[in-house]
């Protein structure tokens, strides 16, 4: 019987580590998640613009400008201590200046939003092919 009560008690205060262990893995990577959340969000609204005759220059403006500014987070969401990965930052340098070209590029059309757009796209697809 006291076996049964101590393996009991063993199961549960394993379970309770364990479960605090979880809490405090999730919480150290909400950071980054939510930093890619917000950049994937701003990606999607920007693809929906772009499928929209005639396209919005000023909302897909003002997306851009948010995903640049955006940007400037990645590094210190995936690498707080800053020992930046050299391909990491060469990706997230790739899409940067991609963003900083959309931006000074007139779009007045949504062909050339739409080629922006795959253009952005692309350097995360890359970049999530090699660090996921």
Known sequence: MRLL?????GAVLGGAIAALAINAQQQRSAY??????VLQNDLGRLRDIAKVQPCDATGSAALLQRLRNATQEIEPA??????????FHRYAEKLRVTLDQSMTAPISDCLALSRNVAAIGEHCDNCHREFR
């Open 5 to 9: 009560v101590l393996f009991i008690l």
């Open 32 to 37: 980054p998640r939510g930093v890619m959340a």
């Open 78 to 87: 995936m690498y707080p201590q800053d020992e930046v990965d050299p391909t």
